[in-house]
Each structure stands twice: as structure tokens, then as C-alpha cells.
């Protein structure tokens, strides 16, 4: 028993060898057949290592609270519709290669609304990753200084879905506006954005800046994005979600 157990464990089995030393134990290994038994044993370590990447995933993200679906409220005068987030809870947006875009005042619920449906993407497997979008911004533009920036764009690619948070609070130099086409131009139909913003999308244009190159980013993120605009007064007085 202990060197089945041992060679398990060796193998990094440990969820599959964990559950096989307690039956052996508790004698309740004998009320299986041979197939009902080994079927057990498999889901265990399969139930054990999704739940390990789910955990990795999630870590990974970097998100500032834990978001949930479930936790949304829907109760709050914000102009959210339950069926259209229901739908995106579903994730064909992050199969389809779509966006999301979210939009209304300072402490209406956007950032956690984002990062609910990332929580959510995780759940399902999909690689993550929240930042601050003129942190990120800023971090690329560090990057191309230190001859890293090919690197790090070649990292974003294995991000299934990005959530740019705080988009649009400054007006975008020349370096951040080439940044952000390139980030735009490359996750194009190949991966998903989640944009968070207080600034409405008809400003978008000017915040930019240089005429061309906003309408190309524009065109990429906007007409492939479902857009979900919030009303309301701030929740966090009253410390709602």
C-alpha cells in the first residue's frame, strides 16, 4: 500500500493517493468494482487539479477585491441590465474574440462589475489579468526603455481576457498613444478587453489624440465591444457593489 501511495505521490498524484490511502484505511475500497474505483480515483485528482488552476488564475489576476457574479446587486438604480450580464457571465464574448466596454461615474460599480466577469473567467479557465490602465500603460512605456517591450507584448498574447481599469483620465502623449495601439492592434479579434471608464466614449477620440491613430483604436475596440453604460449616484457610501 504505502509504496502505491509513495510512487502516486512521485508522480504528483497527491489528490488521487490522498483519497486511495483513506479508503484503504476506512476499508471501503472493496465497495467498488475495479472500474468504479479507478473512476474515482481519477475525478478526484481531476476535481483537485482544476480547482489548483482555478486558484493559480485567479492569484495571477491581480485583482484588487474578490468580485463575484453572484454578489451583483441589480436592486441599485443604475441602469444595469441582469439579462445582458447574465449573458456575458457565459463568457461567448471571450470565445467570439469581443470586448466589453463600461461606463459611468466615479464609484457607480464598474471596477467591480470588470472584475466579476474576470472572477468568472478564471472560473472557466481563462487566463486573467486586471491592471490600472495608465499603470499598465506606464509599465510598457518602462518596457520599451529597457528593451523588454517586444518581450512583454509577447506575454499579453497568452492573456485571454484583459480588464484596463481607470481608462481615459489624462489626455494620452505620443509614446502612451503608440503603446496603446499596439496593444489594441494585437489583441484585434484574438483576445478580449474589459475597458472600465468614467469618461464617456464620445471623449474617448480626444483623450487619444492624433486623429488617425484614435480612429484606428477606436474602430478595433469599440465596433467588436458590448457596451454597458451606468447611471446612478456612487454606491460606496452605502458600501454596495
Not at 478564471?122 to 518581450?151: D, H
Not at 499579453?156 to 481599469?165: E, F
Amino acid at each position: 500500500m504505502n509504496q502505491t501511495i509513495n510512487k502516486m505521490n512521485n508522480m504528483r498524484l497527491n489528490s488521487m493517493a490522498q483519497i486511495h490511502h483513506q479508503r484503504l484505511v476506512e476499508n471501503l475500497h472493496q465497495e467498488y468494482s475495479v472500474d468504479e474505483y479507478t473512476s474515482m480515483l481519477i475525478e478526484q485528482e481531476w476535481e483537485q487539479r482544476q480547482n489548483n488552476k482555478i486558484k493559480r488564475l485567479i492569484a495571477s489576476a491581480r485583482f484588487k477585491t474578490h468580485a463575484s457574479i453572484a454578489d451583483i446587486d441589480f436592486k441599485a438604480t443604475r441602469a444595469l441590465d441582469k439579462d445582458l450580464i447574465n449573458k456575458l457571465s457565459l463568457l461567448n464574448f471571450v470565445k467570439k474574440k469581443q470586448n466589453i466596454i463600461l461606463t459611468g461615474p466615479t464609484g457607480i460599480g464598474k471596477s467591480y462589475l470588470a472584475q466579476a466577469i474576470g472572477n468568472q473567467a478564471c472560473m472557466q479557465g481563462y487566463k486573467t489579468f486586471y491592471q490600472n490602465a495608465s499603470r499598465f500603460i506606464s509599465i510598457l512605456k518602462y518596457a520599451k526603455i529597457e528593451g523588454s517591450y517586444l518581450q512583454q507584448l509577447k506575454k499579453m498574447n497568452k492573456i485571454q481576457v484583459l480588464i484596463l481599469d481607470d481608462f481615459g483620465l489624462t489626455k494620452m502623449d505620443v509614446k502612451e498613444r503608440e503603446i496603446l495601439m499596439d496593444i489594441v492592434e494585437q489583441r484585434h479579434e484574438v483576445c478580449s478587453t474589459i475597458i472600465a471608464s468614467q469618461i464617456p466614449i464620445s471623449k474617448w477620440f480626444d483623450i487619444i489624440g492624433e486623429g488617425t491613430i484614435a480612429d484606428a483604436i477606436l474602430d478595433r475596440i469599440i465596433n467588436s465591444a458590448y457596451r454597458l453604460e451606468l447611471k446612478g449616484k456612487s454606491l460606496r457610501r452605502n458600501n454596495i457593489n
